[in-house]
């Protein structure tokens, strides 16, 4: 069974209505969503309203709610239905794309130091969640693998470790590349790596339900099947209109990610670019398979590449194996991605020449023309607030960005981390953000593949 297409939010489309998870490997394992509040129905009041029932919008309902609010969200399908619930379970201390050398050539030794921290009190916040909420989501150890796929690339992981070391006085291992294939990945593409402990695996889809239990249970209200589908004010309020009722709210914060439709807000038109990512997962592997590929390791693995791909041994011996997906989603490019990405898995691990997918599917991960997140509000009201564009490195930024947002909306004080807590920028250019793509991943395919 496969999911239905997904629909390009450039092209002013909402996420759809009222729809079903995807057929992911996720949704197969973790048994049934714990309950949410349904559709909106007829008219209410609140002081705060959230757009976006994934992570941010869960996360930022939570804290609020522990701050003594009563948030609505409102979800168009079902909460945790978007990248939330369907990503690669990669929990990481990452604030955008920036590596550990260039943060700090484009903001400065404080301010770079100032950006690493918040993303070890991102992660920090994911471990608090998951303690006190007793969510149970199939955490997977810690440590994060970057492969050099290609025998020149080990250089730039050695200038990481040496940039992280130095500069922030966080200790990252380099490994050659007989280390590598001896304890953790076997292959053709296995040519020296570095460890950061940091990092968790985890199932995505049961967090999203744990954080939608805890949400509910601090006093928010979750409302799944509730698009908004026209914003219009009143006075200063703002009215959130679903096809079932209306949200009267005086602040509103939007957490719809790769989801926005273009169009929906002024602050964030033409300052997004949905991107795909296409996941597959393997049948099992057997354990002689497991033995030839020497896939040992359980950290989670990224590689070199700029278009990278994510992978990771699953519990169950299943390989999970993802990448950036076509640049619009229809069944013929999800065909042709599966395909594309079962035959990268088996180019790094040709011992898995056999092996078969048993699922994939895609989401929109969400990038902006800085390559940074932007935590905010819009400038022409500051009672909308917003946290988007986690560059596909979103599980822990945005459940801290919820904390964050709600810290901000009781007046306490937030870091002082000016490449985040500012307005999104728009693209130059922005009605031509697709054809940049293009011309883009072109470029980065090419040089992925050189040197
Ligand atoms: C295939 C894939 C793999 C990924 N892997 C990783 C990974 O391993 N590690 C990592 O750190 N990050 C990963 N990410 C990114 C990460 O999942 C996201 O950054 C994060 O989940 C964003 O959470 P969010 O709550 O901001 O947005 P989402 O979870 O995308 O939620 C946005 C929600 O807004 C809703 N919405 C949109 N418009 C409206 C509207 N008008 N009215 C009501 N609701 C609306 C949508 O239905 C959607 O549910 C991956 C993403 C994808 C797609």
Redesign the pocket.
């Given at each position: 069974m496969s999911e239905l297409a997904l629909r390009d939010?450039l092209s002013g489309q909402?996420?759809?209505q009222g729809?079903d998870h995807p057929p992911s490997y996720w949704a197969a394992i973790s048994g049934p969503a714990p309950p949410d509040d349904g559709p909106l129905v007829g008219d209410r009041e609140t002081d705060i309203a959230i757009?976006?029932?994934?992570?941010?919008?869960?996360?930022a309902a939570y804290f609020l709610g522990r701050l003594g609010a009563t948030p609505i969200v409102?979800?168009?399908?079902?909460?945790?239905?978007?990248?939330?619930?369907?990503?690669?379970?990669?929990?990481?201390p990452?604030i955008g794309r920036f590596g550990p050398a260039a943060m700090v050539e484009k903001w400065g030794l404080e301010t770079a130091r100032r950006i690493f921290a918040e993303g070890l009190a991102a992660l920090d916040t994911v471990r608090a969640l998951i303690r006190d909420g007793a969510i149970d989501c199939d955490v997977t150890g810690e440590g994060h693998l970057k492969i050099a796929h290609r025998a020149s690339r080990l250089a730039g992981l050695e200038a990481d470790a040496r940039a992280y070391r130095e500069h922030y006085g966080y200790e990252a291992r380099v490994l050659g590349a007989e280390e590598v294939r001896t304890r953790y990945l076997g292959g053709t593409q296995s040519y020296g790596g570095l460890v950061l402990k940091d990092a968790l695996g985890l199932n995505?889809l049961k967090l999203?339900f744990g954080m939608l239990a805890l949400a509910r249970g601090s006093g928010a209200r979750v409302h799944a099947n509730?698009?908004?589908?026209r914003w219009t004010k009143d006075g200063s309020t703002h009215v959130?209109h679903?096809p079932t009722g209306c949200v009267r709210a005086r602040q509103v914060i939007i957490?719809?990610?790769?989801?926005?439709?273009e169009g929906?807000y002024p602050a964030t038109n033409g300052a997004l670019l949905p991107v795909?990512?296409?996941?597959i997962v393997t049948r099992p592997m057997t354990p002689a398979e497991k033995t030839a590929a020497g896939f040992l390791t359980s950290h989670?693995i990224t590689d070199t590449r700029n278009l990278l791909f994510?992978f990771r041994r699953l519990p169950d011996e299943r390989i999970m194996f993802?990448g950036r997906?076509r640049i619009i989603d229809s069944p013929a490019s999800r065909k042709v991605q599966r395909e594309f990405l079962l035959a990268e898995l088996k180019r790094k691990c040709p011992a898995l020449g056999a092996i078969t997918v048993d699922y994939d599917?895609?989401?929109?991960?969400?990038v902006t023309a800085d390559q940074m997140p932007h935590i905010h509000h819009a400038e022409d009201d500051p009672g909308v607030l917003y946290?988007?564009g986690?560059?596909?490195?979103?599980?822990?930024?945005?459940?801290h960005?919820?904390r964050l947002l709600a810290d901000r909306i009781a007046g306490k004080p937030l870091p002082a981390l000016p490449p985040v807590f500012s307005p999104l920028p728009r693209f130059p250019l922005a009605a031509l953000r697709r054809l940049g793509q293009r011309v883009m991943f072109l470029w980065y395919r090419f040089n992925d593949e050189r040197g």
């Open positions: 939010p909402g996420p759809g729809l757009v976006g029932g994934g992570y941010t919008g869960l996360s409102l979800e168009a399908n079902r909460p945790g239905w978007g990248c939330s619930g369907r990503n690669g379970g990669f929990a990481r990452v995505p999203a509730a698009p908004v589908v959130l679903t957490a719809t990610n790769g989801y926005t439709p929906f795909l990512s296409h996941i989670v994510y993802g997906g599917w895609a989401g929109w991960v969400c946290a988007l986690y560059q596909g490195s979103g599980v822990a930024l945005s459940l960005a919820g």
